[in-house]
Every structure is written in C-alpha cells, then in structure tokens.
C-alpha cells in the first residue's frame, strides 16, 4: 500500500466525522468540529494555490515565444484589478467591489448565457436535419412542451380554474420530477459508494 | 524427442514421371505397395482413411483416403466450425509432437467443458475410430511437448552424422517412444503394441534451423509460405496415385534406402533432416510468424524455399494432401487448446463486436444558408422578438391564475412565520443566473421583510455577498429600504459542503466577521443567535442542484420543525421538486413563472410585467423555431431520402 500513514489518516478522520452524525457524545463532536474546521481552513488554502497556480499558467501563456496567449494578458488583467478593488476599497462588502461584479461579471455571464441560448436555439432548428430518429422526435416534442410550460402561457388567464386542464398541467409539469428522482437516487447511490471506498481506504486520491 | 512419423500419407504425384523421381524413391514406393502402411493415411480434414489397418492396397486402385478428398475437394462443409474443432481436438493425435497444453487446461475445464469434448469424440465417425486405434500417435495421456514447428532428424549421438554410414547408425539407432506414460486406456495399449510392432521409428524434434532442407524434396506448398488460410478442402482434383512414400518402414527398408541414395543426392544427414522438416514447412512457417523467434532462420527459409520452388516445380507432395493436414494449425497454433465453451464464447464476443449497432453518422448536411447566417438570423429575432415588450409595453398574457404545489407551500411557510426573528438567507448563485434568481425570489425577500426579520445572509459562491446586497436592495429602494440593522452580511463562506457543515454547527464559529469587516454576532440582526436551530427559518437560494441538495441534506437533520425554503432556477426545479414531495423542503419556487405565481397568490401587483412579457415572447419564438426547424428536416430528410435512395438515415436508436 502506498502512503499508509495519509491512508490511515484519512479513514480515521472520515471515521470519526461520521460517527459524529449518529453519537451525540461530547468527545466526539468536538473531535469531529475540530476536524471540519481544519479541512474549512485547508480549502482557503487551496483556493489561494489554486490561484496562484492559474496566475504562474497565464504568465506563462504569454512569456511563450511562439503563439504567445493575448487572452492570458486580460486575465492576468482582470484579476489584478478585482484584487485591487476588494483590497483597497473595503473588501467583498464595499459599494466598489459590488459594482464591479453587478456592472462587470454580471452582464459578462449573462450574455455568455444569452449566447449560449442563440446556440441552442439553433442547434433545436436543426436538430431533425441531422438526426431523424424516432427519439430526436420524443426530445424535440418534450423540449418543445416544456419550453411552453416554463413559459407561463398555459397557466395565465381566467378560463383555465377547470379540473381536467389542472390536473393535465400537473400531470405535464411532473413528467420532469420523474426523471429528477432517479437522477437524485443515482446521487445518494453513488455518493454511499464514494463514501465507503474513501473510508475503507480503496479510493485514495490524496494519493494522486 | 520421438516422433512416429505421420506422413506414410503422403504420396507421388501420378502424372510426375518416373525419371525424374530419385531412385531410391522408387524402391520406397516399390516397398510400400507391397506392405502394409505403417500409418494409416490422413484424410481430409485430419480424418483417417477409412481402411481397415492391415488392408493392402492394390497400385491402380484409388485409394479411400483419396476417395474422400475427391468427395470433400469443392464443397466446404456444412459446418467447418465443428471440423475445425475436431482437428483441434485431435491434434496431438495428428501431430504427435504437439504439445496437449503448457498449460493445465485440462485442470481448468469445467464439467460440462469437459462433457462437450467428450460427446464430440463421440461423434467421429467409424473410420476414424479405426485409424484412431491403428495410428501411431501419441497417446492422450503425453505430457507437453514442445510445439510442432518444425521437425529434424535427431540422432542418438550428440553430433549429426556427416555421411550415409553415420545415418544408418542413426537411423537404426531410433527407438520406439520411451517416455510414454502409462496409460490405462485399451487404446494407448493397442498404439503401444503397434509401435512395438515397427522395428524403425524416426525420432524427430523441434529446431528452428529450416536452412538445410534438400531442394528436390520440396514441394511447393511448402516452399511458398502462403498466407493464413482455414480453408480445409483441397484446392485441387487429387489424381489417382498409389500411396507410395512411407518413412515408416523396418530396418531392411532403411537400408535400401541408404543403398538407393545417389551419390550425388547423398547429401549430408542434416539436410536429409531437412526432408522431414520440409514436411512441416508450412506448419512451422505459420507458427513462427507468430512466434517470431528466429526472423533471420525465416527470412533465409523463405529466400531458400522460392528458390527450389523454382528449381523444383513439380511436388512430390500434393498440396491438396498436406494443406488439409498442416494447413489448419494457421488458425489456431498448436499451443492452444481451445474447448468448445471458449469457441462458443469466441463466436459470441465476436458477433457482439461485429453485431454492435454503430452510432450513425450525422447527416452531412449541405445547407445554402451558413451555420453563421442561420446563427445569425435567429439571434435578431429573438433580439427583435424579446425587445419588442419592453419598448411597447405589450403584454403577452394576463398575470398567473394557476399556482403551483411549490408556491402555495412557500407562502403558507413565509405566512407561518414568527415576525421580528431570526432569519438565514443563502444566496449560492452566479453573476449569469443573477436575473432569473432575482425575479424568482424577489417577492418572497419582500415577503420575509414584510415579516421584519432579522436576516443573515450567507454564501458559499464568492460572488455571492455582492449579489446578495444586490438583491436586497433592488427589493425596497431608497425611503423605503430595509433598516440595515436588519441584515448582517456574513459573507462569503468556504469550504463547500464541508464550510456547510462547519457553519451549521457552529455559525459563530464558522463565520466570526461580517464582509465589512465587523464581529457578526454583536450585530443586532444576529446577536440572538447561538446556533443553527435560533434561526426561525432557511431561505436557499441557487440554480445548483449540487448545492442546493447539499443544503438540503446538511440542513434537514440540524434543524427540526424550521421551515426550509428554496428559490432556484427553472432548469433546478424537477431535481429539487422530490425534496418538497418528500416534505424535506417546505416551499419551492422554480424560476421567473413561479415567482410572478408567487407575487400573484400575494396578492401583490405584479414585478416588471414587461421583463415577464419579454422572456414569455422568447419562449415562443423559440418553440415556433423549433417547430419550423422539425418540419423543415423531416420534409428535407423526405425529399433528400428519395432522391438518393442509398443514404437513407431513418433509423432507430
């Protein structure tokens, strides 16, 4: 077995965390909090190597002599100003710093939204002329339907307090929930399983 | 290793003249037509002739082993599987020397592996049964040898013998098979008692060195390695000949051999080897592709080999003779002991793969318009489309008059609230969900202020505390703006679903300081709060399911009998919609439709109508789009489909 002790370690800890849900013992909470708060405090961490990881990457695009990344220079950019704004004008709670993500990153993601809904909107136009087969039919008339529904359109007015409309928009607006809890079942599933293989030390991707 | 030659089955070519067949040949054949063949012929497929042992043949009479080549020459059989196996199964009776397995295979079989082989022994015919008991082959029971690759001459002396009188010495000197295990078996008996009968018995032994073949004893089957081939009829008619070659003779017919080797043909013992090998030429060819052992003995076997042919055209051998025999070992090598369970699971993984239904390729579709054009075109009208309700004011539809299950539960959780308490709002969504989240929530952040609550908002995105101020104070502007004492922005939590857990358990702890700076929990918004079950409720806000359900199940064990509520994306709402069935959520709303639901059953004027009106135009445009392009590709798939008849891509996947 490659690295025992990081191994033992860490099952110890998954140990002890999950105990900690099911023993209401003192000991046990403490050490299972005490635990939480050092992997709270290991994340910041790896969020600040992770940063100075993509800033060395980018730096690195553009000392390139040969097809040196322009886009790297407005990442770079980019992040000195945001750090530069949040550090000197109050941090993430100041006027300044809440401006810069509602007047930049804001429309900057919703048009890649806006984008990415032209994209797909053309690819549904020419979705029959690619691919014919019976379930591209079921996916464009279930795309279709649901994009009606979310719509609101068949929910307004003043003539729909009918049972059998109410009751086929509902059966309509659960087709969907069917699929989600099988998907949310698949989850719990694969998470146990996830779980188990990290606390019985068959998956060790510290190890990586 | 000893080796009881086989190829008493070989024969003269009839149409061959005489003159050109060495004489020593001659008195072979002279001999072998008057006695009885040591070795029953090989048929086709591996079979014996099916002659009664012991049986003499008469010179112009067409020998039954021929008889069923000429039967079995055109058509292939009915199930040439089966005859493929039975060569394997028999193939260490055809080939002495080829090994049963290195490997304990037998050890392996299971059960009915093993009652399979056995009900396929059965089934041989009588012929082949005879020839089973009269064959010197190896009994079953022979530990592995070494594979058949090639063969040679081994004498009892380290050294080859150089001259005519070290052959006879070496010749004579051949012994019966003396590692034969005991075997109990009546038919080991009989074959042991036969070999007994054989004064001479050729010991022959795998080598790789092919060089030193005798060029008039090739043939060209052997001498052309052609390429793999499980073709097991012969190619050609088979002319009646007598058989007529048998190395498997007694002693006086060993020394006329010697005595009828020309001077000039009296070659060297080790080519004379070479005969034998040459026999196996084929086999060992093919193996040794595989193998690869010696590329060099190859290459210079093969360069060696295209040269007699040329030099000897005319086989002694018919191809159509040795090719059924030897030919088969292409397939499947002599090292493989394949049962009838692994053939079947060969046959099956086989038609998987060949069987497998290959994703189709897309259509190539050759469209006027441009993926760029069409792009293009839609993007200005959906622009046109979407802005059209906002510069007109048009109003698409009149407000909400259907609530969904969601809705109506979230305002009997908000309606049941405490006023004046503890309240947490997480806002875990990004900048581009910023305006669906937005108008989706912003009637119940109204509603909850309605109730004066003392809200703490936290977020485990880090754009969120600035999105959070965002929302809130798009709520109430200006005069009528919430006091801010009646917020405390805690920020921006880390950790994901572990800062989760370290926050429901100890929110003071976990977060000691608002954005601003400030100690949180001396805020008048949060002073009352110890831990997580002081807050009267939980409003979750996301458009990821991931954090939502995160939420979710970190939550719903640490705080009993609070309401827990959720405002998420429309695309979130069927994975969040079986937590609110399951009552783990107390109130759900899906998206910008369930929001104006929301402002509706509050009896609240509606929020931005016309931003309702725009998204509503979208969606339309988008469905008639959706319509147009399915009509348009079935219509072009119709049309294309009769036109070039050959490309047609309806299909079922």
């Known amino acids: ?208 | 290793m000893p080796f009881k030659n086989r190829t008493g089955s070989t024969s003269k070519n009839a149409d061959s003249p005489s003159q050109e067949t060495p004489d020593w040949l001659k008195k072979i054949r002279e001999k072998s037509h008057l006695e009885k063949p040591a070795t029953p012929p090989l048929g086709a497929f591996g079979e014996a002739e099916n002659r009664q042992f012991g049986e003499t043949e008469k010179p112009d009479e067409i020998p039954q082993w021929l008889k069923e080549l000429q039967k079995t020459e055109s058509p292939v059989p009915d199930e040439p599987e089966k005859s493929e196996v039975d060569w394997i199964t028999r193939l260490h009776e055809i080939l002495p020397e080829t090994p049963r397995s290195d490997s304990p295979s037998t050890t392996l079989y299971s059960d009915e592996e093993l009652a399979a082989m056995a009900a396929a022994a059965r089934k041989l015919d009588e012929f082949n049964r005879v020839i089973e008991e009269q064959a010197s082959t190896q009994p079953l029971g022979v530990p592995p040898e070494p594979a058949p690759t090639d063969f040679h001459l081994e004498s009892s002396s380290p050294a080859a013998p150089e001259s005519p009188v070290e052959l006879e010495g070496s010749i004579s000197s051949f012994k019966p098979e003396q590692n034969q295990p005991d075997s109990a078996n009546p038919e080991d008996i009989t074959r042991d008692s036969h070999i007994e009968k054989e004064p001479v018995h050729i010991e022959l032994k795998p080598t790789g060195n092919t060089e030193e073949s005798v060029p008039w004893m090739q043939t060209p089957v052997m001498a052309e390695p052609e390429p793999v081939s499980i073709d097991t009829t012969p190619s050609e008619p088979v002319e009646p000949q007598p058989n007529s070659f048998d190395i498997s003779s007694d002693k006086s017919e060993t020394q006329s051999l010697e005595s009828g080797i020309p001077a000039e043909e009296n070659l060297p013992t080790e080519k004379k080897k070479s005969f034998f090998s040459s026999l196996f030429r084929k086999d060992e060819t093919d193996s040794s592709e595989d193998a690869e052992d010696e590329p060099e003995d190859e290459s210079g076997q093969n360069d060696e080999a295209a040269a007699r042919t040329e030099e000897k055209p005319e086989p002694l051998i018919p191809e159509s003779v040795l090719q059924p025999q030897y030919n088969r070992s292409v397939e499947y090598s002599g090292r493989l002991d394949i049962s009838e369970s692994q053939k079947a699971s060969i046959h099956l993984l086989k038609s998987m793969l060949m069987g497998e239904i290959q994703p189709p390729a897309p259509t190539a579709t050759q469209s006027k318009i441009s993926g760029r054009m069409l792009r293009l075109c839609i993007g200005i009208l959906l622009l046109i489309v979407m802005l059209f309700p906002l510069a007109t004011g048009f109003m698409l539809t009149d407000q909400q008059a259907l609530f969904s299950p969601g809705v109506v539960s979230m305002r009997t959780a908000v309606n049941a609230l405490p006023e004046n308490s503890p309240f947490l709002v997480i806002t875990d969504f990004e900048p581009a969900f910023a305006g669906e989240l937005k108008a989706a929530a912003i009637g119940v952040i109204d509603n909850l202020m309605m109730k004066n609550l003392n809200l703490s908002v936290v977020s485990t995105v880090p754009t969120g505390p600035a999105l959070a101020r965002d929302l809130i104070t798009s709520v109430r502007q200006a005069a009528f703006a919430y006091p801010p004492e009646k917020i405390s922005y805690l920020g921006y939590l880390p950790g994901g679903t572990t800062g989760m857990k370290d926050f429901i358990h100890n929110p003071r702890q976990a977060l000691p300081l608002l954005d601003t700076g400030r100690y949180a929990w001396t805020y008048p918004a949060t002073q009352d709060v110890f831990s997580i079950n002081d807050y009267a409720g939980v409003l979750i806000i996301t458009e990821n399911t991931e954090t939502g359900r995160a939420w979710i199940e970190q939550l719903h064990g640490n705080m009993a009998d609070k309401p827990l509520l959720m405002v998420v994306s429309a695309q979130s709402a069927p994975l969040m919609r079986p937590y609110l069935d399951s009552k783990q959520l107390n109130g759900l709303i899906g998206g910008r439709v369930e929001g104006a639901m929301y402002d509706r059953i509050m009896e609240a004027p509606a929020r931005s109508p016309v931003i309702t009106a725009s998204y509503q135009a979208g969606m339309l445009v988008v469905a008639v789009l959706i319509i147009l392009g399915g009509i348009f590709g079935l219509f072009h798939g119709l049309f294309s489909s009769r036109s070039s008849s050959s490309k047609e891509n309806w299909y079922v996947s």
Not at chain 1, 80 to 95: D, E, Q, R, W
Not at chain 1, 187 to 205: F, V, Y
């Open chain 1, 1 to 208: 077995m490659k690295a025992p002790l990081s191994t033992l370690i860490a099952i110890i800890c998954c140990a002890v965390v999950l105990l900690a849900y099911f023993l209401p013992f003192e000991p046990v909470q403490n050490i299972s909090q005490l635990i939480i708060n050092w992997a709270v405090s290991l994340s910041g961490i790896a969020m600040l190597v992770a940063i100075v990881s993509l800033l060395s990457s980018h730096w690195q695009k553009i000392r390139q002599k040969r097809s040196s990344d322009r886009y790297s220079i407005l990442v770079i950019f980019g992040f000195g100003l945001t750090f530069l704004i949040g550090l000197v004008f109050g941090g993430p709670g100041s006027l300044d710093y809440q401006n810069v993500v509602t007047h930049m990153l804001l429309p900057i993601e919703a048009g890649l939204l806006g984008a990415l809904t032209i994209g797909l909107t053309v690819a549904a136009f020419r979705l029959y002329r690619a691919n014919r087969g019976w379930m591209t039919i079921v996916f464009g008339i279930s795309t279709l339907l649901f994009v009606l529904l979310n719509s609101g359109i068949f929910t307004t007015g003043t003539g729909l307090d009918i049972p059998l409309i109410k009751n086929a928009l509902g059966v309509l607006q659960r087709l969907p929930d069917a699929g989600g809890r099988g998907i949310l079942l698949g989850l719990a599933l694969g998470t146990i399983t996830a779980g188990l293989r990290i606390l019985l030390g068959i998956d060790r991707p510290y190890n990586s």
